[in-house]
């Protein structure tokens, strides 16, 4: 089975900034696609940022863009999330995500086969 271990959340002021960590591991770990997601009280799950392993390629939901940065790291087998200027709105649980073999560039959270715990982030006003 395949394991998500999230790290570097918490509370910051708006216009801060936060770095989010998932390290991945497993006996067979076959991820293409990895990416974040969020969730507020009583509200659906959003998606935030997703990552191409082979290649590298990116992608953002729109709010984010500009602001946010995914990145990986191939020898640690980890994937980050470069959160600068932070507002209000992005106060949520944050979870790390993986597809399986046949990935696709999605957004959609039930194309995402394996999830890490989620870690809180908090921004004050």
């Known amino acids: ?7 570097g959340g918490g509370l910051v002021q708006a216009g801060g900034s936060l770095r989010l960590s998932c390290a991945a591991s497993g ?3 076959i991820s293409y696609v ?5 969730q507020a009280p009583g509200k659906e799950r959003q998606f935030v940022a997703a990552i191409r392993w082979s290649s590298g390629t990116t992608w953002y939901a729109d709010s984010v863009k500009g602001r946010f940065t995914i990145s990986r790291d191939n ?3 980890t ?3 470069q959160m600068d200027s932070l ?15 046949y990935s696709s560039s999605s957004t959609c959270a039930n194309d995402f086969r ?5 870690t809180q982030v ?3 006003s």
Request: contains cysteine.
């Open 1 to 7: 089975q395949v394991q998500l271990v999230e790290s």
């Open 27 to 29: 006996r067979t770990f």
């Open 34 to 38: 990895m990416g974040w997601f969020r």
């Open 75 to 77: 020898a640690k087998n």
């Open 79 to 81: 994937v980050y999330l």
């Open 87 to 101: 507002e209000p709105e992005d106060t949520a649980v944050y979870y790390c995500a993986a597809q399986g073999p």
């Open 114 to 118: 394996y999830w890490g715990q989620g």
């Open 122 to 124: 908090t921004v004050s």
